[in-house]
């Protein structure tokens, strides 16, 4: 169904396209789930990024959004002019110390917006807080729960293992289709329904909802009245519930990636 404006009428639906992606910084203590990673400034990767962005500019989205937080778009900004003008090197600047340049955001995202000669990146993630009376140890503890019916070990070392192997494009296409775009959320509800202290386990999960609910809500507060195409540029873990939100929503529709993500066999021009 389709939004209805102020004047009654159906307002035309902003397609969003979800890559979801790995984090190529690969530093560690940032996220729940860590794998060793190559450097993706190598030349072989750098060929396979130039391929990757090559084939996502062929959808032509006019607005690269990504998992920045919100209150930091105009530092962001400032290293993506910075980027367009070639003054910014593969090191991390103390400056703008939250992103660097072997970041995803910066070597698919800023790349892409070049490409395609746009003037600025959106950013919109979002972090709720946790109830005051939940502890650190409260929280890491259910991150770390590993629910029945999941073999994680098994997943995770394939996971390395089709990295290692396969160029990212394709690597990305396992990574956005079944069973691995929902194996994620798969494990969140699993905990949930397992954990022993379910207020605990409740409302890490909960959390975890409202962080993608407020993603597209500054997404939909941000967008500017002429959008029509995005790409939405984020952690794969992210990839299931942002496209339900997305699906359901009146103001948006969703477009997979996958017919952009294989070396061979692809789109074509």
């Known amino acids: 169904m389709k939004a209805l404006n102020k004047k009654g009428k159906r307002e035309k639906q902003i397609q969003v396209m979800i890559l979801g992606i790995y984090h190529m910084e690969g530093e560690k ?19 396979e990024i130039e391929l990757l962005v090559g084939n996502l500019a062929k959808w032509k989205p006019d607005i690269i959004a990504v998992e920045v937080l919100r209150e930091k778009e105009n530092l962001l900004n400032v290293m993506y002019r910075e980027y367009l003008k070639g003054k910014r090197n593969f090191e991390r600047e103390e400056n703008l110390p939250f992103l660097s340049s072997r970041n995803e955001v910066v070597q698919v995202g800023f790349r892409l917006a070049k490409y395609l000669n746009h003037k600025k990146i959106l950013a919109v993630d979002f972090y709720p807080d946790y109830p005051e ?3 650190i140890e409260m929280i890491k503890e259910v991150m770390y729960y590993k629910p029945s019916g999941l ?3 098994k997943l995770f070392a394939e996971d390395i293992e089709k990295l290692k192997e396969l160029p990212i494009p394709d690597y990305l296409y396992w ?8 194996f994620n959320d798969s494990g969140m509800v699993g905990t949930a329904l397992e954990y022993e202290n379910r207020k605990v386990a409740f409302a890490v999960v909960s959390n975890w909802f409202e962080r993608n ?19 939405l540029l984020y952690g794969a873990a992210h990839v299931p519930l942002l496209k339900y939100i997305i699906k359901v929503s009146s103001r948006f529709s969703f477009i997979s990636p996958l017919p952009y993500l294989k070396t061979k066999g692809g789109v074509d021009e």
Do not use: C
């Open 133 to 135: 009376w939940m502890t």
């Open 175 to 182: 990574l956005n289709s079944e069973p691995m775009v929902n």
């Open 151 to 153: 073999n994680f070990e």
């Open 213 to 231: 609910l407020g993603i597209v809500r500054n997404l939909k507060e941000v967008l500017p009245p002429e959008a029509e195409k995005v790409l």
């Open 29 to 47: 203590g940032r996220h729940v789930y860590e794998k060793e990673i190559d450097d993706v400034l190598s030349p072989r990767r750098q060929k």
